[in-house]
C-alpha cells in the first residue's frame, strides 16, 4: 500500500513536466529547492529546538558559489559545483554554530537574523566576485556532454538531487549522530549525561542544517539563472521559518508539504507583494493556533482516527520520519 | 504496473507532438494583452505604480474607449517585482508561459530589466520602452529602449555645461551600482572629448543615506560642478549636506533619472539652484499638446491622481506601443510590431519632440536644462539632443 503510493507519487513526479505547462515545471524545480531548504531548517530546528531568521543567507552563500565556480571553471560539472556550494555553505555553518551555541530563543534569532545581513552586506562588498548590485548572470549548468539549458533539464537535476536529500534525512534518524541529536532535542540534561556532547552536535547541526541550504542555494542559481542581493533578503528567512511551522517542526514529508503550499501561494501572490507578508504572518499564526504540528501532525491524527486508532497524544513527537 | 508504463507512454507522446501553429500569442480578434514586472512594493514602488497603473493604463483607457487598435481592445497584467531581478525573471516567465502576453511594456530598473533580457531574446519577445537608461538595451532586436540612454544624456550635460557655459572643472557623486558606474564611464569618456578630466570621484553604495565623508572630500578638490548621479533619498542628502558645510561655489547637477519633483520635496530648500536635465516636459504646467492631453484624460479616468512624470513616462509608452501596433497592421505579430516600430519616423507625440527610432531602436534622445527656483523646476533650454 505504502509502496503503491510511493511509486505512483515517484511517477507523477517524473512525468510533470509532460504533463504540466512550461511555467509550472519551473515552479516545480522551485518547490523541490525550497523544500531542501525547508528539511535542512528543520533538521535544526525539529533536532535541537533552535530556530534559525538567518536561512536566507546560507541560501545565497550557497547560490553564489555554485554560481562563481560554473563561471569562473566553464565546463566544470554541476555535481562539483553542487558541492562546493554545499561544502563552503557547511563551513559557514560551522563557523556561525560556534558562537551561536551560548545563546538561546530569542537571542539565538537575533544572532541568526543579524548574519543574513551580514552576508547581503558581503556580497555588496565583495562585488569583484559577486558584481554586488548589478547581479550575477548563472551560466547553465553542465553535466558531462549535457547542458542543463531548459526548463525540463533542470527541473530532473533539482529532482534528482531532491530526492537524495530527502532521503538522507530521513535516514539520519538512524545514524549515531541522528540519535545522538534527537536525544539532544528530548532532554539537553539527560543527553549530555548519557555520554553526548552537547555543543559537538548542536554545532554538527547547524552544520548539517547550512549544508541542505547550501546545495539549494546552488540549485536555485541554476533554476532562476540570475542572483543578486535583493533575493535574500530577511522576509525568505521568515519564509522558510514560516514553511516549517505550517509544514510541521521535525517532519520531513511536512518541510515538503509546507514549502509546495507557500512557494505556489508566493507565486500566485504575484501582483500583489505588499500584501504578501501580512497573509504569510496570518497563515503562519493560523497554523500555530488551530495546527501546533503543522501538516504532518494533521494529517497523522486524520489518518489515525480514519483507521480506528484513538489519535496520538499531544505532545508526543517522534524523530523525523 | 501496465497502467504506470502506458501512462509513461502517453505522457511522452504527448510532450514530443509539437503544438498546432497558433496565432500570434497574445493577440485574439477582441483584445491585446500586454504585461510587465514592474516596482509595486520596494523603493521604486512610487515610479512603478504610477507609470504602469496610471500611466500605460491611462493611455489605453482612452484608446479602449476610442475603439481600441485595429477594433483590439489592450488589456494589461503586470506583477510586483520589488526591484529583485531574480522576482523579475520569474514574473516574466509567468507573464509569458502563464498569462501568455503578447509583449513586455514598460518595466522597471536597470538590474530587473537586464536579468530579464536573454529570456526574452531567446524567445523572441519585445521588451518595449523599459524605464532605464543603461546602454545594455542597445543594439538587440527584440529591445526598444525607454527613456534616454545615460550615454547620451552624459553627453548632452557634457557639451551644455562645457560648451555654453564654459565650465571646466568637474567631479562626481554617484551610486556604485550599474546606474551609477555606466554614467560615470560615459562623463569621463565625455570630458575628454574636450581634453577634460573629473577632478574627484566619490561613491554611495546602494541604501547608504549618509554622504557627509564623501561631500568633505569633493568639496576639497574644489570642482565648478558637481554631478549627482544618484537615487532621490540620497541626492536630497546631498543637498543638504552642502548646505549644511556651506558650499555655496559650487553648481549642483543632477542626472535625468534624478531630476524628479520627488527629490525636491526631499532636500527641501537646499534644492534652490540646482541644475540638471530634464528628460520630460512639466507634467503640471507644459502646454505642449501631448502633455494637455495628458492632463485631461488623468480628469477623466484617474481625476484623484497628481501629474507627475512617471505617469507621463508610462502614457508615453502606451502611445508609443499604440503607434507601432497600428502601423503594423490587423495582422498583428511580434516581428510585425518590431518592424513597424522601426519604421516611425519624425512620430508627433506632443510630449517629446518628434520621435524617430529607426534600426537603433532608440526612442528617445532629447532632454532640457533645468534649474530650482522656488521649488520647481524652471526650463533654461530648449530641448537638447545627443545624436
Same mark, same amino acid.
Given at each position: ?15 510533470? *513536466? ?120 548563472? *551560466? ?112 520531513? *514529508? ?55 486508532? *484513538? ?11 | ?40 512594493? /520596494? ?46 525573471? !520569474? ?61 547620451? #544624456? ?16 568637474? !567631479?562626481?557623486?554617484? #551610486? ?23 577632478? !574627484? ?33 540620497? /541626492? !536630497? ?126 526612442? #528617445?534622445? #532629447? ?21
Amino acid at each position: 500500500m505504502r509502496l503503491l503510493a510511493l511509486a505512483i507519487g515517484a511517477a507523477g513526479l517524473l512525468l510533470w *513536466p509532460w504533463a504540466a505547462p512550461r511555467y509550472f515545471v519551473f515552479l516545480a524545480s522551485l518547490i523541490v529547492v525550497n523544500a531542501i531548504v525547508a528539511i535542512g531548517l528543520n533538521l535544526l530546528s525539529g533536532y535541537t529546538n533552535q530556530l534559525s531568521f538567518g536561512h536566507a543567507g546560507f541560501l545565497a552563500v550557497g547560490a553564489y558559489t555554485a554560481a562563481i565556480v560554473a563561471t569562473r571553471s566553464p565546463g566544470v560539472p554541476v555535481v562539483v559545483a553542487l558541492l562546493a556550494a554545499a561544502l563552503v555553505t557547511a563551513a559557514v555553518g560551522l563557523l556561525l554554530g560556534v558562537p551561536c551555541l551560548r545563546l538561546e530563543g530569542l537571542y539565538l534569532a537575533m544572532a541568526t537574523l543579524a548574519f543574513g545581513f551580514v552576508v547581503v552586506e558581503a556580497i555588496l562588498n565583495l562585488d569583484g566576485l559577486t558584481r554586488g548590485n548589478d547581479g550575477l548572470r548563472v *551560466p547553465a549548468a553542465r553535466l558531462g556532454p549535457w547542458v542543463l539549458a531548459t526548463d525540463t533539464a533542470r527541473y530532473y537535476l533539482v529532482l534528482a538531487v531532491g530526492a537524495v536529500m530527502v532521503w538522507a534525512a530521513g535516514n539520519l534518524a538512524r545514524t549515531r549522530t541522528g540519535r545522538a541529536l534527537l536525544a539532544l532535542r528530548e532532554s539537553e540534561v539527560a543527553a549530555q549525561a548519557s555520554g553526548i556532547h552537547v555543543a559537538r552536535y548542536k554545532t554538527l547541526a547547524f552544520a548539517i542544517s547550512a549544508l541542505y541550504t547550501g546545495v539549494a542555494g546552488g540549485l536555485f542559481a541554476f533554476v532562476v539563472g540570475f542572483l543578486s542581493p535583493d533575493a535574500f533578503d530577511v522576509f525568505l528567512s521568515v519564509d522558510f521559518v514560516a514553511m516549517i511551522i505550517l509544514g510541521g517542526l521535525g517532519s520531513v *514529508p511536512g518541510s515538503v508539504a509546507g514549502a509546495a503550499v507557500l512557494t505556489v501561494l508566493n507565486d500566485s501572490l504575484a501582483g500583489f507583494q505588499n500584501y504578501r507578508p501580512l497573509i504569510f504572518g496570518a497563515i503562519l499564526i493560523a497554523s500555530m493556533l488551530f495546527m501546533p504540528g503543522g501538516i504532518a501532525s494533521a494529517v497523522r491524527r486524520l489518518r489515525t482516527r480514519w483507521a480506528g486508532h *484513538p489519535p496520538m497524544a499531544p505532545g508526543s513527537r517522534r524523530g523525523l520520519e | 504496473m501496465r497502467v504506470l508504463l502506458a501512462l509513461v507512454i502517453a505522457g511522452l507522446t504527448t510532450g514530443a507532438t509539437p503544438l498546432p501553429a497558433r496565432a500570434q500569442q497574445g493577440v485574439t480578434d477582441a483584445e491585446i494583452l500586454l504585461g510587465g514586472s514592474n516596482s509595486f512594493s /520596494g523603493p521604486l514602488a512610487f515610479t512603478g505604480e504610477q507609470a504602469t497603473r496610471f500611466g500605460v493604463d491611462l493611455y489605453f483607457k482612452a484608446v479602449n474607449d476610442g475603439g481600441g487598435i485595429h477594433g483590439r481592445k489592450v488589456r494589461t497584467v503586470y506583477y510586483d517585482d520589488g526591484y529583485k531581478p531574480q522576482e523579475a525573471v !520569474a514574473n516574466t516567465r509567468k507573464l509569458l508561459e502563464q498569462d501568455g502576453v503578447f509583449a513586455i511594456i514598460a518595466p522597471q530598473g536597470t538590474p530587473p530589466v537586464v536579468a530579464t533580457l536573454e529570456y526574452l531574446e531567446e524567445n523572441r519577445v519585445p521588451l518595449l520602452f523599459p524605464f532605464q537608461g543603461s546602454p545594455i538595451t542597445r543594439g538587440r532586436k527584440w529591445v526598444f529602449s525607454g527613456m534616454t540612454l545615460y550615454d547620451r #544624456q552624459s553627453r548632452m550635460m557634457i557639451d551644455y555645461l562645457v560648451g555654453a557655459r564654459k565650465f571646466g572643472k568637474f !567631479a562626481t557623486l554617484y #551610486q556604485d551600482d550599474e546606474y551609477g558606474k555606466s554614467f560615470l564611464t560615459a562623463l569621463e569618456k565625455d570630458l575628454g572629448r574636450h581634453g577634460l578630466k573629473l577632478v !574627484a570621484t566619490e561613491s554611495v553604495k546602494r541604501g547608504v543615506t549618509d554622504v557627509s565623508a564623501q561631500m568633505a572630500k569633493l568639496q576639497a578638490a574644489r570642482p565648478d560642478v558637481l554631478f549627482l548621479v544618484l537615487t532621490p533619498g540620497p /541626492g !536630497a542628502q546631498a543637498l543638504r549636506e552642502r548646505q549644511k558645510i556651506g558650499w555655496s561655489e559650487v553648481v549642483m547637477v543632477s542626472s535625468g533619472p534624478l531630476t524628479d519633483e520627488r527629490y525636491l520635496a526631499l532636500a527641501g530648500d537646499a534644492s534652490e539652484g540646482v541644475e540638471g536635465l530634464s528628460l520630460w516636459p512639466d507634467p503640471l504646467t507644459s502646454d505642449r499638446p501631448g502633455v494637455k492631453r495628458y492632463r485631461d484624460d488623468l480628469k477623466t479616468y484617474l481625476p484623484k491622481n497628481e501629474p507627475n512624470r512617471y505617469s507621463l513616462s508610462g502614457y508615453f509608452a502606451a502611445m508609443l506601443f499604440t503607434e507601432g501596433a497600428t502601423r503594423a497592421g490587423r495582422r498583428l505579430t511580434r516581428e510585425g510590431l518590431v518592424v513597424a516600430l522601426e519604421g516611425i519616423r519624425g512620430f508627433e507625440s506632443g510630449i517629446l519632440p518628434p520621435v524617430t527610432i529607426g534600426p537603433d531602436h532608440e526612442t #528617445q534622445r #532629447q532632454g532640457f536644462w533645468v534649474r530650482v527656483e522656488r521649488g520647481r523646476f524652471k526650463q533654461l533650454t530648449d530641448w537638447l539632443r545627443a545624436e
